[in-house]
C-alpha cells in the first residue's frame, strides 16, 4: 500500500480576491435568483408560475445558497482546508447577528433544513412544515426564502463595510453583480425587485 498524499490548500491573496471577484458573487446571484424566482410565483400575487415547480426550486436553489452563506459568516476556519470564511477577509469579523439562524427560526436552519433539502431521508416531506395545508404559516421554512436572502443580502453588506480595504473594490463588486442579477431576474418576471432595499 502506497502512502496517501493530502494536498494542503494554501491560501494567498490572489486566492482571496479570485473567491471575491468570481465565487462570492456566484453564490450571492444564485441566492437572489432563487429568492426573486420564489416570490414571482406567490399565490398572493395571482401569478401562474412560468415553469411547473417555480416555487419549489426557487425554494431549493436559495436555500443552498443561504447554507454556502451562512457557512461563511459564521463556521469557524479549519486549518489547510479551501472553504472560505469571512474572517479570511476580515480582521476579527464581528459576526453579525443573524435573527434568522440565531432566533425564533432557528430550528428551521439546522437538522430540518438539512434534512428536508440536502439529505434522502424517510418522511422528507414532514421536515420544516411538510405537506400541511396550512403554507401561509410564516414561520414554515418553504415561506422563509425571500427572508433568508434579504437578511444574508444585509449581512454581506455589513462584511462588505468590514472587509480589509484592499479587498474593498471586490467585495463591493460582488454586492454589485447581486444587484444587477436581482434587478435582471425581477424585470424578466414582470414584478418589483423583492430585494432592492437590500441591495441599494
Not at 20 to 44: F, I, N, R, S, Y
Request: charged fraction near 30%.
Amino acid at each position: 500500500m502506497g502512502s496517501r498524499k493530502t494536498n494542503r490548500f494554501v491560501l494567498t491573496e490572489d486566492e482571496k480576491t479570485r473567491f471575491l471577484t468570481e465565487d462570492l458573487p456566484d453564490v450571492l446571484k444564485w441566492l437572489v435568483v432563487g429568492a426573486v424566482m420564489w416570490q414571482a410565483a406567490e399565490p398572493k400575487e395571482k401569478r401562474d408560475e412560468r415553469c411547473p415547480h417555480q416555487r419549489a426550486v426557487g425554494m431549493f436553489t436559495g436555500l443552498v445558497q443561504a447554507r454556502a452563506l451562512y457557512d461563511f459568516y459564521y463556521a469557524k476556519k479549519k486549518t489547510g482546508d479551501d472553504d472560505a470564511r469571512a474572517s479570511d477577509f476580515v480582521k476579527d469579523w464581528p459576526r453579525i447577528r443573524s435573527k434568522i439562524r440565531s432566533g425564533v427560526l432557528a430550528r428551521y436552519l439546522g437538522k430540518p433544513v438539512n434534512k428536508r433539502v440536502f439529505h434522502a431521508v424517510y418522511r422528507r416531506s414532514d421536515h420544516s412544515g411538510g405537506n400541511r395545508s396550512d403554507s401561509g404559516e410564516a414561520t414554515h421554512l418553504k415561506n422563509q426564502v425571500l427572508a433568508i436572502a434579504r437578511e444574508l443580502l444585509k449581512i454581506s453588506k455589513e462584511f462588505a463595510r468590514h472587509v480589509d480595504q484592499k479587498f474593498n473594490a471586490e467585495a463591493q463588486y460582488a454586492l454589485r453583480a447581486a444587484c444587477n442579477e436581482a434587478q435582471t431576474m425581477a424585470r424578466a418576471y414582470g414584478i418589483s425587485n423583492p430585494l432592492l432595499a437590500e441591495l441599494v
